[in-house]
């Protein structure tokens, strides 16, 4: 079990056993920074806040500036100390790194400093089955400007398409970090399916255990699963032996019974299925192969396919590559994360 220190439960004033000077000095120097980025964040909203903004403020009784400012301190729970340390620029600020000049994407609603700081690549969450960028666009607005603009969204946050380059790839790049130099390729392209996010992993398999990496594994996985699925019919062959299996699985514990019903009633209906299509209660051999080349077509139809020199099982992967990146230091102006919209 894993253990988490919570800053709020120390007093960061003066030095202690649990505390040094070195972590006082951190956590204050933090903090410092953490409510300047947070302030001037606010400042930023307020100045950008329209004549109809104001007025909407005024009407539940935030007359003037500060008032205003109190109330996003409020409503985000700026002042909570633990609510401080949860924030992602928090703990950035506690491991010496800066803030960044403006909101970095969100990936899954978590600031995503990676896609700034690193080149890449980084694997994106869109289907295997999604082959050209055409489908991914949409049109989007941007709140700031009320501007119309084409975009895909990538982990929840949708980036602006800057070009696109071919079918499989476009350069895309996120609000005004553009501004910055900032842009990205967003390409999908074809990797070995065993090191893709889209991997297949085979458990409990009598013929194949771990990660399929050719058509070969891919071949005797599906051969073990109908295997097994068809094991089940034994007890509908064998009324006695089954309830020997039943009686043998109750000594055991409560589960072991219930699970034995459960294959044991698996195996009735199956024969039952199979008695009313005019099949044998015993499969033969080739049908068996049969149905196990049936599930890998089925798999190949899903978004994979065999590279023919190898016999490589592959699938279809889209990611994100840094192009190219602008100088932060040369304008360097903290802002804190933001809800991506």
């Not at 896609?115 to 289907?127: A, K, Y």
């Not at 949708?158 to 130099?181: D, H, M, P, Q, Y």
């Not at 050719?214 to 295997?227: A, K, M, N, Q, S």
């Amino acid at each position: 079990m894993g253990f988490t220190m919570s800053f709020s439960k120390f007093d960061f004033t003066e030095p202690t056993d649990y505390v040094s000077q070195v972590d006082r000095l951190r956590y204050f120097n933090a903090s410092v920074l953490y409510d300047k980025v947070i302030e001037d964040n606010i400042k930023r909203l307020i100045s950008e806040l329209s004549d109809k903004d104001r007025a909407a403020f005024h009407d539940q009784g935030q007359k003037n500036d500060d008032e205003i400012r109190a109330f996003f301190r409020v409503v985000n729970h700026f002042d909570d100390a633990q609510e401080k340390e949860k924030s992602c620029l928090f703990k950035r600020l506690m491991a010496g790194k800066d803030p960044l000049p403006i909101a970095p994407p969100l990936s899954w609603s978590y600031p995503w400093y990676e896609v700034i700081e690193d080149d890449g690549p980084w694997p994106i969450s869109i289907s295997r089955l999604t082959e050209t960028v055409d489908v991914l666009i949409r049109q989007g607005i941007d709140f700031n400007t009320a501007q119309r603009f084409t975009g895909i969204d990538i982990h929840q946050c949708l980036w602006t398409v800057l070009e696109r380059r071919s079918a499989t790839c476009c350069i895309v790049s996120f609000r005004k970090w553009v501004n910055f130099g900032y842009v990205w390729s967003l390409e999908r392209h074809a990797v070995e399916a065993y090191t893709s996010r889209s991997h297949i992993t085979a458990i409990n398999n009598s013929r194949f255990i771990g990660k399929v990496k050719t058509i070969d594994d891919l071949r005797l996985v599906e051969l073990g699963r109908v295997e097994k699925k068809l094991n089940c019919l034994m007890w509908a062959r064998d009324g006695v032996e089954a309830q020997t299996f039943i009686d043998k699985q109750r000594a055991i514990s409560i589960l072991s019974e219930l699970s034995a019903n459960a294959q044991v009633r698996a195996g009735l209906e199956l024969a039952f299925e199979r008695k009313h299509a005019g099949l044998s209660v015993t499969p033969s051999r080739d049908e068996v192969l049969v149905l196990a080349e049936r599930g890998v077509s089925k798999i190949l139809k899903d978004g994979y396919f065999v590279r023919e020199e190898d016999g490589m099982l592959m699938a279809y992967e889209w990611s994100l590559s840094a192009v190219s990146k602008g100088d932060l230091k040369s304008v360097f102006k903290p802002a804190t994360e933001k809800v991506c919209g």
